[in-house]
């Protein structure tokens, strides 16, 4: 696990900057094969370019442990 | 123009089948609003936009109430009631009330001169505002901001587009293509900024101008807000009808009251509101054919596609073009026309297309995207378009078919491209060497030898078979010394333009050349690049070393490795007030702190900066250290003063960019204590003056330096260490360390470059200086100052309860 938000974003993806795999920023699937898909979270954007967290997402990724 | 087209058709099937009344809330008839652009830059007039003219509602029986709003519809007695007491029993209803602007809620909104961009009353508006006024504002980049702009521009204001994003029109294109549209737009005369978000328009009763978040302010005669549409829904909603983003229907475009129908940029489909024409009208057709009770037909999702309608820039998109992991894509880029085509395959489909410069072949892609059409069998050229039969692999050599005859090919010898041309034609040439030898393309550091390759290969066709290039990544096929040539052969400026002029593969590069790339151009042109930091790797951009558990570590600046105690004691209370978990004392000759929070960073330069201890760039591909001795001034066997020498390296030297991290040495006698001789650039003093050595290795390689010349003084050490670091930074690949290069390019030809030609170490040593004057700053006290600030603080802090 590496801090991806920290990497470098190209296009659609972000390169991990600890071990440079590369993530899909709209679904988070890794391109490696073999590595396991970061955890998403829905968002929205609203009028005023606010982003929305889907709260629901944050809570699952809370409780198996994964954020 | 969406109820116009189901009226028409339901004319044309059953005329007879209902009693026509509408509503319009505008004071006139149905007219194609797809042509205000047209009508607001002059190239149009409205009456030729006019749809249906009043006989036409007269001769099909139709009662219209102009300018007339529906004020509330009553679903038990199915009545519609209208201003002025106005009412309309009905059995049918259909609801096309169309969208309106989003205003952004900010101070002095409601200003007068601050105008949306949505019906012909705006474009009037508008009009009258260009005759007498002459700055305008359009607050939103997207298809209908830049359409008033063009259009206003047209009609001789001053106008600036100001979006909130990086790259124009985003949600249509992706980033290549949105630069390629500024420049267009641009060149149109009108200003485009990016990235500001406004906070309030100021003025007294009248605009004044615009005033965005970070502080700064344009002046403004009038503002046209276009940051979007939002579906029109209050007079469903407040007939209790279900509604969502829009008035939701089903595929028969029904409401959930039945006898209640909705279509146009007011309805809602399978969670999609519709904007384009093709959708909308597709929706009055189904509407049409359910009030006659033809239930076959129905709505299904559609492919949305984009459209500029702006005279002289043509782009495209349309499906999804986001990049996916099952997903390829083709980019085609043809610097000389201006053009950008990507295509975006999932499988064997067709999902999404970006096309610019060239929309020729939209329909087909759109067709393909829409059937979704089998493409294994075409793949390889489709990109080139429908009446492409045969495929064509990309041409290899185009990128230097492109360049002038005056282009420099080899700058260490100025051999321009006609110069070579013409040897190869006239002297019969069929190689490398018999270039080399007869015009010294190449001959120096050779950095160009690819493209003299490409030049052969353009003159002589396929009988001449070049060395492979190693690709710098495998979003070109041009290797790193191409690039590098090309820039100044170019005059490339930026990341995008260079993507765009060498035909990049990807659409917005890889982790790998973008950091490259970035470098290239900020040691080709100094002073004049934007430093991109979305091109750096985090180290760089946030001016510390990210450790493995996400904390970074703080390594200030030693000069030649000499501190004091009032350096130390400010280092042991960063240590303590920040909770610092280690500090250890680096190969280098250096002080680390590790583990150091993110957003403590500033506070701790802060702190570090109050007693003159400056960023010592450990994190970076860059100056890091001079190691030294003691010296002659403590040592008995010291034969210089090292300490001094090194200091003074550290001081003039830091700063700077390098293809990769520059580590140095000063040793006060060949006993070399200082170990200068597996340095990156190494000096040894000896009784007659100092040697410079370089080109040594301890890492996975392990290499002693070689001897590179020998100097009498402190200044000419200076001189040369400094011209052999610019010829690196000038000649060296992207992570290519100065052992490496030397092997490349031959210790032979640096020494020529560097010791014996001393006007050409002069130069060197000239423009290190110049460039200097740029990159010697202290990021970490332009951070202090606030510079940067977001990378160093959360977007938001998340609580945690209010997610239980």
Known sequence: MGPISQGIVHGDKVTCPLHNLVINLTDGTASDDGCTPVCTISVQVGEGGEVLLNTEDIRAMQESGTG | ?804
């Not at chain 2, 059995?91 to 900010?106: E, F, H, K, Q």
């Not at chain 2, 041309?421 to 002297?427: C, G, L, R, S, T």
């Not at chain 2, 100056?623 to 090292?642: A, H, L, Y």
């Not at chain 2, 001189?719 to 092997?743: F, N």
């Open chain 2, 1 to 804: 123009m969406a109820p116009s087209r189901a009226l028409e058709k339901l004319n044309e099937t059953d005329p007879d089948a209902y009693n026509v009344t509408i509503f319009n809330a505008e004071p006139r008839v149905s007219y194609n609003r797809v042509m205000l652009s047209p009508v607001l830059s002059g190239e149009e007039e409205f009456e030729k936009t006019i749809i249906h003219g009043d006989d036409w509602y007269f001769k099909h029986d139709f009662i219209l109430y102009r300018g007339c709003p529906v004020t509330e519809i009553d679903r038990e007695a199915k009545i519609v009631k209208a201003i002025n007491g106005i009412a309309e029993p009905y059995d049918r209803l259909l609801i096309a009330t169309g969208s309106s602007p989003v205003i952004l809620d900010v101070p002095g909104h409601d200003k007068e001169g601050v105008l949306s961009y949505r019906d012909l009353d705006d474009v009037k508006a508008m009009l009258a505002a260009a005759e007498t006024r002459r700055q305008a504002v359009v607050i939103g980049g997207g298809l209908l901001g830049l359409e008033a702009a063009a259009g206003l521009r047209n009609r001789g204001m001053e106008v600036t587009v100001v979006h909130r994003n990086p790259t124009l029109m985003d949600r249509q294109l992706d980033e290549t293509a949105g630069h390629l549209l500024q420049r267009a737009i641009e060149s149109l005369g009108i200003r485009v900024l990016t990235g500001r978000h406004t906070k309030a328009i100021t003025g007294d009763e009248h605009v004044k101008g615009v005033l965005f978040k970070d502080g700064s302010s344009i002046q403004a005669d009038i503002v046209i807000m276009a940051v979007g549409i939002r579906p029109s829904v209050w007079l469903a909603e407040n007939a209790g009808l279900h509604t969502d983003r829009g008035i939701v229907v089903d595929k028969h475009m029904r409401t959930s009251d039945p006898d209640i129908l909705a279509i146009g940029e007011c309805a809602e489909f399978d969670g999609e509101v519709y904007g384009l024409l093709a959708p909308l009208y597709e929706m009055a057709n189904v509407a049409a054919a359910t009030l006659l009770g033809n239930e076959e037909r129905h709505f299904e999702k559609r492919i949305t596609a984009a459209q500029l309608k702006v005279t002289g820039i043509d782009l495209y998109s349309a499906g999804d073009f986001a990049d996916g992991d099952n997903r390829e894509e083709i980019v085609l880029r043809d610097p000389n026309q201006g053009v950008y085509k990507r295509l975006v395959i999932e499988g064997n489909h067709l999902v999404g297309t970006v096309l610019y410069g060239d929309t020729s072949s939209m329909g087909w892609y759109f067709q393909m995207i829409k059937d979704r059409t089998d493409i294994s069998g075409i793949r390889d050229y489709m990109i080139f378009g429908p009446g492409y039969a045969e495929g064509a692999a990309r041409d290899p050599t185009a990128a230097v078919a492109s360049l002038p005859d005056d282009a420099d090919i080899c700058g260490c010898n100025g051999v321009s491209k006609g110069l070579i041309k013409q040897a190869i034609d006239e002297k019969n040439l069929t190689t490398l060497e018999g270039v080399r030898a007869c015009t010294k393309a190449s001959a120096s550091c050779g950095t160009c030898t690819g493209l003299v390759e490409q030049l052969l290969l353009l003159r002589l066709g396929d009988s001449y078979q070049p060395a492979e290039v190693k690709p710098l990544c495998g979003c070109t096929d041009l290797g790193h010394s191409d690039v590098r040539r090309l820039i100044s052969a170019r005059n490339i400026m930026t990341i995008p333009d260079l993507m765009q002029k060498l035909e990049w593969k990807s659409s917005g590069g890889c982790a790998k050349c973008r950091p490259a790339l970035n470098y290239y151009l900020l040691a080709s042109w100094p002073g004049e690049y934007v430093d991109d930091n979305q091109s750096r790797f985090i180290n760089e951009r946030i001016h510390a070393n990210i450790q493995k558990d996400g904390t970074y570590s703080v390594v200030p600046r030693m000069w030649g490795g000499v501190t004091s105690s009032g350096e130390l004691r400010a280092i042991a209370d960063v240590v303590d007030k920040f909770n610092i978990p280690t500090v250890k004392v680096t190969g280098g000759q250096r002080v680390d702190m590790l583990g150091v929070k993110k957003e403590d960073l500033p506070a701790v330069w802060a702190d570090l900066n109050k007693v003159g201890l400056v960023s010592g760039h450990a994190y970076g591909k860059a100056i890091r250290t001079v190691k030294t001795c003691v010296g002659k001034e403590w040592c008995r066997f010291g034969t210089q003063d090292s300490t001094k020498l090194g200091i003074r390296l550290e001081k003039f030297l830091w700063g700077s960019w390098t293809p990769a991290k520059v580590k140095m040495a000063v040793s006060g006698c060949p006993r070399n204590c200082a170990e200068a001789t597996c340095k990156d650039v190494g000096v040894v003093c000896v009784e007659s003056g100092y040697d410079i050595h370089f080109a040594g290795a301890a890492g996975m390689d392990v290499r002693e330096t070689q001897l590179l010349g020998h100097v009498d003084n402190d200044d000419d050490a200076i001189e040369m260490v400094a011209a052999v670091i610019q010829l690196y930074r000038e000649q060296g690949h992207y992570l290519e360390r100065i052992y490496k290069w030397a092997k490349r390019i031959g210790v032979d030809s640096i020494q020529d470059a560097v010791v014996d030609d001393a006007a050409n170490r002069k130069a060197l040593y000239a423009r290190f200086a110049h460039s200097q004057e740029y990159y010697q700053i202290d990021p970490w006290e332009e951070r202090v100052k606030g510079h940067d600030r977001h990378e160093f603080a959360p977007l938001k802090e998340l609580e945690t309860p209010e997610l239980a």
